[in-house]
């Protein structure tokens, strides 16, 4: 029996294809575009709060196949490939396709929600002109490789203006869909020498983020988008179990 990569793609649902194909060539496009163009695409098609100057609502979807480099989309498409074919497979290429972006909408969703919160709170602590200076000059100052002394104005110009890309939280929402169709899998884990089950697997990383979520640890992570992947695919498989549609 001959066996290969290519026999592998090959064989790979057209959903779960199709999307790694689609976030392999975007990085390459980032990678192509800054290095010739000096264009960064991760400033056009990422996430940026709502309230940014730079905040377009096609960013809702594009940011979902936009990376921050090589680790972050080798993961991301490591476990699309290892979960999502098997769902795909599962319930058909139509209701993955909803499922996926569904729960990559939700994952925005929150990660905005929180957002808000939390840019209101630095707000509040910041004068009116320093408000209007972060707003009206803070790209500008990241564009020089620089941010302001004072922290406030720093943490809210981070907030305003660095975008959000990924396809983290939905595929946080397909880790939660395996784990509750496929609770008892016994899943190898890196760096840990015995299996764990997929339901203790997803419970653990969702009280793992949600604690880093909450103690600003690894502040550069969205934690509250993987969460919202999560939440929303919950939400979803639930809906769906309700209408008793033909669901596996």
């Not at 905040?55 to 490591?78: A, D, K």
């Not at 939905?170 to 869909?177: K, M, S």
């Not at 697997?201 to 502040?219: A, C, D, R």
Request: no cysteine; hydrophobic share 50%; charged share 10%.
């Amino acid at each position: 029996m001959s066996y290969s990569g290519r026999s592998v793609f090959q064989n790979m649902p057209p959903v779960v294809k199709n999307l790694i194909i689609i976030n392999v060539i975007m990085l390459l496009a980032t990678f192509v575009f800054k290095g010739a163009m000096h264009v960064d695409l991760t400033r056009k098609l990422g996430l940026f709060y709502f309230e940014s100057s730079n905040f377009r609502p096609y960013q809702l979807i594009s940011h979902i196949f936009m990376h921050g480099g090589l680790t972050h989309l080798f993961f991301n498409m490591f476990a699309l490939f290892i979960f999502g074919r098997v769902l795909e497979q599962v319930w058909g290429s139509k209701r993955f396709f909803i499922y996926y972006f569904f729960t990559g909408l939700g994952a925005a969703a929150l990660h905005s929600f929180v957002n808000f919160i939390e840019i209101k709170a630095a707000m509040s602590n910041l004068t009116p002109e320093q408000i209007a200076l972060v707003k009206s000059e803070g790209v500008a100052v990241f564009e020089m490789g620089k941010n302001y002394a004072d922290q406030g104005m720093a943490a809210l110009n981070i907030m305003l203006n660095i975008p959000t890309v990924g396809a983290s939280g939905a595929v946080f929402g397909l880790l939660l869909a395996f784990g509750m169709y496929f609770p008892n899998t016994e899943l190898m884990i890196m760096f840990i020498p015995y299996p764990i089950k997929a339901k203790y697997f997803v419970i653990g990383y969702g009280v793992i983020e949600l604690f880093l979520g909450f103690s600003k640890l690894n502040s550069g992570v969205a934690h509250f988008a993987h969460l919202g992947g999560m939440l929303f695919g919950f939400i979803l498989i639930k809906i769906w179990k309700k209408q008793r549609t033909n669901f596996y």
